[in-house]
Each structure stands twice: as C-alpha cells, then as structure tokens.
C-alpha cells in the first residue's frame, strides 16, 4: 500500500500540443474505442436477451449488419443496417464534436485537473441519458452519450492515473454518489512544472497519441477508456433494461408507422382508412422483420393540434387510433404544420410520414421551420390531399396547396390529389413504404413539362421495386435492360403492373430476371415527380461534414445546410447485407433534382464502410446524394439516392448547448449568424415542438463576410416532466438568400436529490446443481430496499431465464421488496436489477456452482462494487 498521499495525487496536462484520441483518424481514436464498446456490448445485451426469450443468438459474421439480424431474432424477410449506422453516427459524431465546440473547455476533456467539473458533466450526462430514455427521446439520449463518453475517455488520456499504476477504471467517475476529491486528495497541483517533460512520464502526461515514449501508457489509457466505456453503458442498459438499451443503439426493426390526421368534420372518409391502414399493416407483418417498432400518431383540428402519440405497442396505435373522430372546423384552413412539426421531431429520422388532409395550412409562416427540420431529420413528407370531386383545382385553388408541394418536393416524398373515394386506391404506397429495407434508387422532379429520360440500375439485392410518377396528363414508357417496352396504356404487360389514380401512377415493375439499366421515358405537359424504390439491405447514410483544426482535429456534423463557396464534405456510411465489404463504391455524385445534373465527389474509403467524398464544386441549385457501385457477391451494379433536397448556403448558424433545462426556469440559448457573403438585416425565427414561450430579437444586424450573436431565451413552464425533451430550431432569413438553421434538442431534468442507487441481498440459495442440468432447477431469495431515495420503480432480471417474483412489504417504516428466483440448471447465471426513479442502479450477481464444488462468492453489491473495493485498496493509506 502507498505511503504518501502525494504520490496518488492527479496531475493533468495544462495545455494544448495534444494531438488526438482524436475523434476520426487513424489509430485508436475517440470514435474506434466508442465504436468496439459499444459493439461488444450490444453483442452481450443482444445475447442476453435472446436467452431470455429462449431463443438462439448467433450472428453469422462480426459486421453491424449480421449483429444487427441475428439480434432482432427469427423474423423472416430483409432488415437494412441503415438505421442503425444512423444511431451509432449519432452516437460517434457528437463523441467527436467535443472537441470542436469545446476544445477549450476543460471540464470536458479533464484538462487543467478539472476533476469536479467532469465529473459533474458526466453523472449529470448520464441521469439526462436514463431520463431522456424514459421519455422515449432517444436521439437526444444518443447525443448526449456521445458527449459524455468523450468526457469519460479523456479522463484516463489527460490525467496521470495510468502513470500512478491503476490497472482499474475509476468508477467513482461514472458514481453520482462518490466524490473523486477523496482519491485525489492532493497536495501538489501539477500545473506547468509537473509537466516536465525531463522527468518521468516522460513528454507531459498526454497519451492521445501512440508516441515512441509513451506507447506502452496510451495502450493502457486506449483499455482503461474502453473499459470504463463499458462501464457507463452497463449503468444505462441497467437503468433501462435490456429491449430499451438496445432501442437507444439502433437495434429495431427499421419500419414506423406515422400518421397526421386532420380530425375536422369533412374527414370522416380518410379517418376510417388511415383505420384500416393501420390494422392491415400491424396484422399483415406481425412476425416479419417489416413489423413497425414504433407508431406515431398526430391528430390536428383548428386550432388544436396534437398530442403526439408514439409506442411500440401496436394495439396501443390501434386503440388510439380508432378512438379518431371527425368533429369540428370544417373545409377551413388547418393547423396541419404544426402536427407535422410534432411529427417531424418526435418520430426517429429518416421516417416517412404520411398525412391526410383535405383543407390548406392555416399555419403556413412554419414552412421554412418544417423544411429546415425535414432537411436535418432527413425523413420524408407524402401528402394524401383529398376532396370530393374529381374536378380539376383551379389556379388560386392550386395555389392553396402549394406549401404542401413544397414540403414534399424538399423531403423527396409526394404531394398525391386524389378524390375521397379514391383514397382507398392510392395508399399501396404506404404499404409499400412500411419496410425495413425500402432504398431509393431514384428522384428527380421536374418544375415544368416536356420530354424527359430517366435511367436507373436494379442489381440483383432488390425485390419490390415500384416506380411512382405524379403529375397530371402524364403519358410514358418502360423500357427493360432487355429492350422490351410498355407503354403507360397497358396496364398489366410484360414488365410491370401500372395502377393509376388522382395524380399518382403506381408502376409495380416484375421481379423476374429485372436487374440491369431500366429506362423511363415521360412526357407531360406539366410539373412531375419520378421516383423509384425498392427494398435492399444495400443501402447508406450521410452527413455533411467540416473539417475542424485546433489541438484536436477531426470532423464534424454540420447540422444546417453546408457553407456555399467552399468544397462540399461529406461522410458516408455504406451499408450492405454483410457489411461493406463486398460492395465496391465507384461513384458518389451530387445530384440537381430537377435537372439531374450531376457533379461527382472525390472519394477517400476510411475504413469500416465509411468513405469521406468532397465535391469541389457543388451544385448551387438543390441537390441530393446519389452512389453507384459493384456488389461483388452478384456481380451486378447498383444505384441509390437520397432524396432530402439541399443546397450550399452563404450563410450559417450555430448554436452549442451542453447543459440541461430546469422546470420554470428561463434557459438561455446563445446563437451565433456568419455570413460568407452580402450583410444586412437577418429576420430571425425560433420555434419549438412543445409551445414553450420565447423571447428573442426578431432581427440580427450581421455584416458583410462578418457574424453577429444572439440569444433565445426558452421559458420552461415549471410543470415541465423531467426527461421532456424540446427540438428547438434557430431559423436565420438574409436578405438575399434564402434560410439557413440549427435544430436543437434539449432536455428538461428536474434537480436531481437521489444518488444512491437500490441496494439488494441475496439469502436462502440452493447449493449446487448437477452437472447434467436438464432435469434440475436452483433459486434464492432477495430483499431489494432503496433506503431514503426516491423509492424502487422497476425490478427486472437483467440476465437468467429463469421465473422470479416478488412483492413489497413495509418493515418498520421502510418499503422491502421480497423477490424468489428459481430457474433450470441449464441457466447458472442471473441478474437481479433494482432501478430507483431517478434511474440509479444496483444490481445483484450470482452463478451457482454445478457438480461438488461449493457454492461461488454471491456479489451482494452493485456491478461496481467488486472494482471500488479494488480501488480502495490501492489508495488505502
Ligand atoms: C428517350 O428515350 C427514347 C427511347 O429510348 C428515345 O426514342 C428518345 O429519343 C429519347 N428522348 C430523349 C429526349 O432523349
Ligand atoms: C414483396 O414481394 C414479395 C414477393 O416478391 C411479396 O411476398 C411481398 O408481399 C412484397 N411486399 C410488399 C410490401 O408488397
Ligand atoms: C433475362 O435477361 C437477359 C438480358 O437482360 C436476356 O438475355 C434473357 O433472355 C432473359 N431471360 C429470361 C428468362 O427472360
Ligand atoms: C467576402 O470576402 C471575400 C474573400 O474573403 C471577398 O471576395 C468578398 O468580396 C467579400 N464579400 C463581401 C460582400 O464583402
Ligand atoms: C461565430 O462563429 C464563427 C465561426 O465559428 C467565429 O469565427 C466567430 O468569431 C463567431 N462570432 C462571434 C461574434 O462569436
Ligand atoms: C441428462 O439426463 C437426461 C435424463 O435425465 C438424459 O436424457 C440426458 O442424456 C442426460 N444428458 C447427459 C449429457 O448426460
Ligand atoms: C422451482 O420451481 C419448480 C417448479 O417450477 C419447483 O418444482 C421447485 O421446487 C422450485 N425450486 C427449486 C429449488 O427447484
Ligand atoms: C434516512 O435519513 C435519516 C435522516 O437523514 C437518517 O438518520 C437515516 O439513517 C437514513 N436511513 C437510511 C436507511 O439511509
Ligand atoms: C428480508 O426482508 C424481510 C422483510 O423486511 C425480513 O423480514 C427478512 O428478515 C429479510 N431477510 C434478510 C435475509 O434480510
Ligand atoms: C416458470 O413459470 C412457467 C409458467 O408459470 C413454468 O412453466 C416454468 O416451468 C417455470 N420455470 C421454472 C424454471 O421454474
């Protein structure tokens, strides 16, 4: 044991010169340790789930992909990793964001020995991760771990506690309840002549890097970080349980269904077949992987909208749904964007959501709002908009509805007229749409009429692919890789089934022998739409991306639309049915999606499917995303496309926010305009999903190549549930160009009293089992008691398949919660896990021991335990 209390003492860097533990790059890096925790702890929960469910867990592979299958279990029929690369970049990219919009803030990288302060972010991150989840915002939760973990990380890069000999992470670190001045309980606070780098270690205490002096110290940093990685994701699954844990790491099934009704009076028709539509698809999937995870549901009236629901429950959604009745206003203007709002924000991104309405907007002034929200969730608007007769509109009539075209051109998604009697006709496409697979593989609409051309690749991963065309008078043909044709008039040919209604053809083109270049051939005299889809498990993800210096450089998501002028950066995420690796991407392209003008990037492969493109000149007109490339395990070529309209702006803003909101208490929301161009007046807009009051300038002065500072004040109703979550967008107008924003999530948390986590023991174990285990069962007993918290809220076995059950009893004033455990032999392990209402985790272990053996060493203290006691004995002084 030491003798000196010095000699425990944390020293940590003062400043900059460090390099990495970078966020991307090569090496290990912020990313790659986040990236193997969390992969290998999926794989745990993953296995831990399937034995309780009794079923076989056995991933075919070690990709994403293979993970992702084998975890989501028996279902039958094609799953896309799309969504979950999607999660985990959520995850990864705020992980690495740190260390651009904090690089100098110490408490976030446990610099300059801001113990107290990182400590603090991290217990404070980790209750607003557990509280965010329990309201089913899952993205913020995801946000919000990325943060933290690279708080938790740089702990054992930026301090001397590898240099003291720790073999062990710090789990006071990830405790609420522990302080951290008691280990370093110092007497010398380093600063700039600790760093000598004469004295051992040798080059400052930093081991970002992987340095000639220090390999053997940044190798142990690179374990310790993952370890204690692990640590804090162990403390989440702990809090939310195994199905949630895995929600939050993107394990789902990829379909949701999400609707937003007008409920007035003149909907009576569209309200029974969203009705019908959404028994068919909950019944018609039950058991495949197109199952929906998740229903969201957003009724809107005049002037009601709301409430957002959202389950994975599919008979809540059909009990919910069918409580919908046609009451009120009347063919009068409604609020259908802010129920679209509410939709956009609380659904996961990359939705389709679908709405039926047969009025205008009353709420038109959310446009720009909504289509900068549609442009950072990247999910996609169709508009089911009816009336009774099949007459044509008229121009001011047409004019009326024209912010809903808008919507769904910028979302890539339709804006489908169809009479009310004709609904029931036109919705294929959203049973089409309800997969866990559905790719594009291309969008491209056309402002005015005339001739147009438009070829695509199918390769052989594709089934179900449906082409749709919306626009009036619409006359067109088909041409397959073969050379055979079909014109428009025939319905049922050779090459597809055409079903025609309102201003929506619906080509369904045959699955036999159809891979190769396709060809579609149009002439309208109007505005049109073509779009083709299909379902695959080649697919990928993008962001746009900036290059950021300082001590620590890297990449990072720009939330708002990429800066005009400059190269184009973005970072892909190729996914296919075994990882990328047998896809060989050949061309990543910019495409205009109404002139299909196509500007090709410059593409750098960075390993693990992620490729890094920039696109030197990028289109100035509305874009999106196309790749093309070779699938090497069929041999044949595929495209897809994104299908979110962008473009370059002159402007951006910026916001950072790393605290949580307090019930009634005002939050200030600071914002910063740039301008890369003209100044002038910018009309500022803010808005958000749950209707909190705001005050802020409505105008910003910026000038010319200048940038200017603002502030939204947020003002948090005090009956706030902690664990809300609020999407905040900043929307700057210039006064040339069109908008730029940033889009926000924030969290309402309560202050938090409770620290100490349920304590649990175990008594009554039976002694052994045998070692043939079939025929034999074991159990115990536990009392489970929180002592002065905030009281037990859920009780659940974490690991083991065996029964257990339990009631409360009071005992003298406290509450005990007695619980039984019996299981097979052929099951040894079990977790109990006890989660107050604060989500503090305590947890009991035990293995019984099979054949003559004793009984093993029960673990009556939280996961941590066995690891605080091996800290205590280093430092026992
Ligand atoms: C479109 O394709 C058809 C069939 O391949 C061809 O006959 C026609 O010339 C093309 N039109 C244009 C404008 O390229
Ligand atoms: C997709 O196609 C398969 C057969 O090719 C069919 O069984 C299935 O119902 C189709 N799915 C949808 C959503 O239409
Ligand atoms: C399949 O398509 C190829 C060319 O794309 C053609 O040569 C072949 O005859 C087709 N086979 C059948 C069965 O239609
Ligand atoms: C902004 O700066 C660029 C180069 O730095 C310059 O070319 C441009 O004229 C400036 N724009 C304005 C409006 O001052
Ligand atoms: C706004 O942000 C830009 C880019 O991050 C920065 O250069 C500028 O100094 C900031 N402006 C103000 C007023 O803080
Ligand atoms: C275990 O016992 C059962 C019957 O009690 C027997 O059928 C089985 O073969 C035994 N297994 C082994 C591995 O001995
Ligand atoms: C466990 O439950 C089984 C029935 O499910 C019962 O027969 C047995 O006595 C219980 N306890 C033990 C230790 O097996
Ligand atoms: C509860 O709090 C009281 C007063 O703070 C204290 O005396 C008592 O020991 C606490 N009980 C437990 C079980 O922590
Ligand atoms: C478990 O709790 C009950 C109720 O408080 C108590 O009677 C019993 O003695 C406890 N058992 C143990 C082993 O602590
Ligand atoms: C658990 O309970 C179920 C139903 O109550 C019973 O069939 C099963 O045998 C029990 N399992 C154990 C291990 O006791």
Redesign the pocket.
């Known amino acids: 044991m030491r003798s000196s209390v010095c000699v425990v003492a944390l020293v940590v860097l003062v400043l900059p010169a460090v390099q990495t533990f970078v966020p991307i790059g090569s090496g290990m890096t912020h990313v790659t340790i986040t990236g193997n925790a969390v992969m290998k702890k999926i794989h745990e929960v993953c296995g831990a789930l399937a034995e309780s469910e009794k079923r076989p867990f056995k991933p075919t592979g070690s990709s994403a992909e293979e993970l992702l299958r084998a975890c989501l279990g028996t279902h039958t029929g094609e799953v896309s990793g799309a969504k979950f690369h999607e999660a985990l970049n959520q995850i990864y990219m705020q992980n690495g964001i740190v260390d651009r919009d904090y690089a100098s803030s110490n408490p976030h990288h446990f610099n300059n020995e801001a113990f107290i302060e990182g400590h603090s972010l991290i217990t404070k991150g980790v209750t607003s991760i557990k509280a965010n989840i329990r309201s089913n915002n899952l993205q913020a939760a995801r946000e919000t771990l990325g943060r933290v973990l690279h708080t938790l990380q740089d702990f054992y890069s930026h301090s001397n506690w590898v240099e003291l000999g720790y073999k062990n992470t710090y789990i006071n670190l990830i405790r609420p309840d522990q302080t951290i001045n008691n280990v370093a309980g110092k007497c010398s606070h380093g600063g700039k002549d600790d760093l000598s780098s004469t004295q051992t270690p040798r080059g400052g205490i930093s081991k970002d890097e992987r340095l000639g002096h220090n390999a053997a110290l940044h190798d142990t940093a690179v374990a310790l970080a993952t370890d204690a990685t692990l640590e804090l994701l162990e403390d989440i699954r702990g809090a939310v349980g195994n199905k949630e844990f895995l929600r939050v790491m993107g394990i789902a099934r990829s379909a949701v269904v999400c609707f937003v009704i007008d409920t007035t009076g003149s909907m009576a028709e569209e309200i029974i077949e969203a009705k019908r539509l959404s028994h068919q698809i909950i019944d018609s999937n039950k058991g495949t992987q ?1 199952e929906p995870s998740e229903y969201i549901l957003v009724p809107f009236n005049d002037p009601s909208f709301g409430p957002l629901l959202r389950t994975t429950d599919a008979e809540v959604m059909k009990k919910e749904i069918s409580k919908l009745t046609a009451t009120g206003g009347g063919d009068e203007p409604e609020m259908c964007l802010s129920g679209l709002q509410l939709a956009l924000t609380g659904a996961p991104s990359s939705s389709s959501i679908f709405i039926f309405t047969d009025a205008s907007a009353k709420d038109m002034h959310l446009e720009r709002t909504i289509i900068a929200l549609i442009k950072s969730t990247k999910s996609t608007v169709y508009i089911f908009m009816t009336r009774r007769s099949a007459r044509s509109l008229n121009i001011e009539e047409r004019a009326k509805f024209q912010v809903y075209r808008n919507l769904a051109f910028a979302s890539g998604g339709q804006a489908i007229e169809v009479t009310k009697a004709n609904l029931p006709s036109a919705t294929d496409i959203i ?2 749409t ?2 866990s697979a559905l790719v594009t593989v291309l969008h491209q609409a056309r402002h005015t009429g005339g001739v147009g051309n438009f070829s695509f690749f199918l390769d052989a991963s594709l ?2 692919v449906t082409a749709y065309l919306t626009g009036t008078n619409l006359k067109f043909s088909l041409y397959s890789p073969s050379g055979a044709s079909q014109p428009h008039s025939v319905s049922n040919g050779p090459l597809a089934t055409i079903q025609a209604v309102g201003n929506l053809q619906r080509i369904r083109i045959n ?1 036999a022998n159809n891979t190769g270049l396709w060809q579609i051939s149009i002439q309208t005299t109007g505005a049109y739409t073509v779009k083709v889809t299909g ?1 695959s498990s080649i697919s990928f993800v993008y962001n746009f991306v900036e290059e950021f210096g300082g001590p620590h450089k890297g990449f990072a998501i720009i939330d708002g639309l990429p800066q005009k002028g400059l190269p184009v950066k973005l970072l892909l995420t190729i996914t296919g049915q075994k990882g990328a690796e047998a896809l060989k991407i050949q061309q990543v392209a910019l495409v205009g999606a109404a002139d299909n003008n196509m500007v090709n990037g410059i593409i750098k492969d960075i390993g693990g499917g992620n490729i890094l493109v920039t696109v030197d000149k990028p289109p100035v007109e509305e874009f999106a995303v196309m790749i093309k490339g070779e699938d090497s395990t069929t041999s044949s070529y595929f495209q897809r496309q994104t299908t979110t309209q962008m473009h370059p702006s002159e402007f951006f803003v910026k916001a950072v926010v790393d605290s949580t909101m307090l019930p009634g208490k005002d939050f200030h929301v600071p914002f910063n305009v740039t301008t890369n161009g003209a100044g002038g007046v910018f009309s500022i807009t803010a808005e958000n999903d749950k209707n909190f009051p705001m005050k802020y300038e409505k105008t910003l002065t910026v000038s010319s190549n200048g940038s200017a500072l603002g502030t939204v004040i947020v003002q948090t109703p005090a009956d706030t549930t902690s664990g809300t979550d609020i999407t905040l967008t900043i929307l700057a107008a210039g006064p040339v160009e069109y908008s730029n924003y940033v889009v926000l999530r924030l969290s309402v948390l309560a202050e938090v009293t409770d620290f100490t986590p349920p304590k649990c023991k175990i008594f009554d174990v039976s002694p052994v089992c045998p070692l043939n285990c079939t025929h034999s069962n074991w159990d115990l007993s536990v009392n489970i008691t929180d002592g002065n918290g905030s009281g037990i809220e859920n009780i659940y076995t974490q690991k083991g398949s065996g029964n257990f059950s339990y009631y409360s009893v009071e005992d003298g004033g406290v509450t005990v919660v007695m619980g039984y455990y019996n299981a097979s032999c052929c099951s040894p392990d079990v977790i109990v896990t006890a989660v107050d209402k604060e989500g503090n985790v305590g947890t009991c272990a035990y293995t019984v021991q099979t054949i003559n053996g004793g009984v093993s060493l029960s673990l009556f203290l939280p996961f941590w335990a066995s690891v605080l006691v091996s800290v205590l004995s280093i430092i026992n002084i």
Request: cysteine-free.
């Open positions: 197109n049973l089409d309800t997969t089934s179900n699955s379902q």
